[in-house]
C-alpha cells in the first residue's frame, strides 16, 4: 500500500480509511532466528531503533511479519525530524537518541503468522487476525497497537480530525 494525495476519498464496501502517519514505513520480521526491520527501500532499520528491535523480540509468537510505520512523539505530536536524526552512522549516537526519543512502531498490518503467510488474504481478514494478535500484547510500552481505521467513509473523516 502507498497513500497518495487525491481530491476525494474512494467509497464502498472494499475499502478501509485510516490516517496518514508522518514516520518510516517499516516491515517488522521475526522468524525465530531473529529480528529484522525493513524501510519501504528495503534497508535495514534495526540499528537505528534498537528499542524497536528490543519490542518485537519480545512479542510473545516466534514468527510472524507485521507492517506498520515506525514515528517519534513528542509533546503530543509526530516529530519527523527527530525520527531523521534516528539514521545516524555512529551507533553510541544512535543508543543516545533510541534513549532520549525511543520511537513507537504502529501497526497496521499482519503479513504473516505462525501458520503462515496472510498476503493473500482480504484486509478485513488479515485485519482481525492483527487485533487478536495485538490484544494479547497492549500495553508493551513502544507499540502502539493499531491504526485506527474506519469502514465508513464519515467516520475516517471524523476520525482524522480528532489526529
Known amino acids: 500500500m502507498e497513500a497518495k494525495v487525491v481530491d476525494a476519498l474512494p467509497e464502498g464496501p472494499e475499502w478501509q480509511y485510516e490516517p496518514k502517519w508522518d514516520g ?3 516491515i517488522a520480521v521475526r522468524d525465530g532466528q531473529g529480528v529484522r526491520l525493513f524501510a519501504k527501500s528495503g534497508k535495514l532499520l534495526g540499528r ?12 510473545p509468537a516466534a514468527r510472524f511479519i507485521l507492517d506498520g510505520e515506525l514515528v517519534i512523539v513528542r509533546h503530543g505530536a509526530i516529530a519527523f525530524d ?9 551507533a553510541s549516537r544512535v543508543r543516545r537518541l533510541a534513549a532520549e526519543t525511543p520511537a513507537c512502531y504502529v501497526v497496521f498490518d499482519l503479513l504473516a503468522l505462525e501458520d503462515g ?18 490484544a494479547k500484547v497492549c500495553g508493551r ?23
Open 141 to 163: 510500552p513502544g507499540l502502539r497497537a493499531l491504526r485506527p481505521a474506519a469502514l465508513r467513509r464519515f467516520a475516517a473523516r471524523a476520525a482524522s480530525l480528532r489526529l
Open 48 to 59: 537505528y531503533f534498537p528499542e524497536i528491535v528490543a519490542l518485537v523480540e519480545a512479542l
Open 117 to 134: 503467510a496472510l498476503v493473500d488474504d482480504p484486509l478485513r481478514e488479515r485485519r482481525a487476525r492483527l487485533e487478536s494478535f495485538v
Open 82 to 90: 527527530a525520527l531523521q536524526m534516528r539514521l545516524h552512522p555512529a
Open 24 to 26: 518510516f514505513r517499516c
